[in-house]
């Protein structure tokens, strides 16, 4: 569970890298332009993009600063007014999935014959995309770590923004294993739609570093115990640093799959000595998304059905070492139980992992889980508004994005997830016509403003405008 700000895990979340889908220059300011004037027939799907944009233009209008894309922590449309605080690099990243979620439904319109949105919008929002890529350098940092199988120096990001570009504090608790994959999936989206090998050599990079916090001791029994931790600093375990791993790994396995790069896959042996082997890259990948698959599975799920936040329970939660051989390791922490709640996005990411894990393995327990887990997530999740009907509230307006994105991947083998998808449609359009102030929703769709929520996080005007693209996409893809 995120405690930092307003962190959810994210998932980043996660619909539509779409390497395959779940079926078999400098810019002006976004802000300087609107929705586009010449309009198609005014079809829901045409509404969705236009309320995306305008949504993601006032966002980067109100909490966006100067060419190196300062993001204010919160910005509250009655005063008009910006916090001092500046984001975190999760904050920052939900700036990267709006804009793959926009880049990605224009693609979309102009496939379907939209070309004017594609015509007037395509460039800029591209050019934006790579002004955020250049700038994410401002969190980055390096350091030495030491995990179960080596000691290495990384360059990986940090919860914090520096004033300078690479040099931000990573050590110990300032980086967490979550904020670097909600980038990867972000990262790859956006080779995806740019087919720059840049997003893809970071993506896979920050992938290796996440893998290598994966605990690989031994029970008993001889068999891994598995998991990552949320971070380096931490010994507690989560879904939020376990279940989005999973579908980028299905995604860099497709890649590599009639390539023949191999990669270290390191382990421990039954004597407690560190050994290494070469793989295959896209055996690798693959293996390594079913192990966290099951791992996620078979600690996390609950008997409500849904996912907790995190594994738990240590008698002493500070991070231990052995000697081995004379090497020095981080030594495994027994931990309890799941514990910490339920939270909408630590479902989502499963339902999507299970989704992408049945369509390049075609074993049927992945469609049977991705099923049943949608069916338990809306069951729990969706709470009925009384004296609304098809009205519904979710538990967390932010994250809450990662579970429509499970919707959605689910969907080809799953068409009940339509009817789940629609109080997304139903509570956003209500927000939108009734609570809009100065380009910004509230915090809570329904109830709208009060004194006590008129600051808003960025993440939630961005959370509903990549919502509203993808809502969009979805209906085109979907006719």
């Known amino acids: 569970m995120k405690t930092r700000l307003l962190k959810l895990s994210s998932i980043g979340f996660l619909l539509s890298f779409v390497f395959i889908g779940c079926s078999k220059g400098k810019s002006s300011d976004p802000g300087t332009e609107g929705p586009d004037k010449g309009k198609p027939e005014e079809t829901t799907a045409w509404k969705n993009l236009d309320k995306a944009i305008a949504l993601t233009d006032k966002t980067f209008e109100h909490y966006f600063t100067g060419d190196n894309m300062s993001m204010a922590v919160s910005y509250n449309p009655f005063t008009r007014q910006r916090a001092n605080g500046l984001a975190t690099v999760w904050e920052y990243t939900f700036a990267l999935e709006t804009v793959n979620a926009v880049l990605q439904t224009l693609n979309t319109h102009k496939e379907k014959g939209n070309t004017a949105a594609y015509n007037t919008h395509y460039q800029r929002y591209s050019n934006l995309l790579y002004k955020l890529f250049d700038n994410l350098d401002f969190y980055e940092g390096s350091y030495e770590l030491t995990t179960f199988t080596q000691t290495r120096s990384w360059s990986i990001y940090a919860v914090q923004r520096a004033t300078s570009k690479g040099n931000a504090n990573v050590q110990g608790r300032e980086n967490v294993y979550d904020d670097q994959l909600w980038l990867i999936i972000e990262l790859m ?240 359009d209500y927000a939108y016509a009734l609570h809009l102030k100065d380009g910004v929703l509230p915090i809570y769709l329904y109830q709208g403003w009060d004194d006590n929520n008129k600051d808003v996080n960025g993440i939630y005007g961005l959370s509903y405008a990549a919502e509203f693209a993808l809502l969009s996409k979805f209906e085109l893809d979907n006719k």
């Open 189 to 428: 989206k956006s080779f995806k739609l740019t087919g720059d090998q840049r997003f893809l050599t970071k993506a896979e990079y920050l992938m290796q570093y996440v893998l290598d916090g994966w605990d690989p001791s031994l029970d008993a029994s001889g068999k891994e115990i598995g998991g990552i931790p949320w971070g380096p600093g931490y010994v507690t375990k989560h879904s939020a640093s376990n279940g989005p791993t999973i579908s980028p790994l299905v995604w860099l396995h497709e890649y590599y799959k009639n390539k023949p790069d191999e990669i270290t896959h390191r382990f421990i042996k039954a004597d407690k000595s560190r050994d290494a082997v070469q793989m295959k890259k896209s055996d690798y990948y693959l293996s390594f998304a079913e192990k966290l698959y099951a791992w996620q599975k078979n600690n996390m799920l609950l008997t409500n059905g849904v996912y907790a936040d995190m594994m738990g329970g240590c008698d002493d939660c500070s991070v231990k070492y052995e000697t081995v051989g004379g090497t020095t390791y981080r030594a495994h922490t027994p931990l309890k139980k799941a514990d910490g709640g339920e939270n909408s996005y630590n479902s989502g990411t499963m339902i999507s992992a299970a989704c992408d894990l049945y369509r390049v393995t075609s074993k049927a327990a992945y469609l049977s889980d991705l099923k049943t887990l949608c069916t338990k997530a809306y069951s729990f999740f969706a709470k009925p508004i009384a004296g609304r009907s098809g009205y519904y509230e979710f538990d967390d307006s932010k994250g809450t994005r990662v579970l429509l994105w499970g919707f959605m991947d689910a969907y080809p083998h799953n068409n009940v997830t339509k009817t789940y998808m629609s109080p997304f449609q139903v509570l956003l």
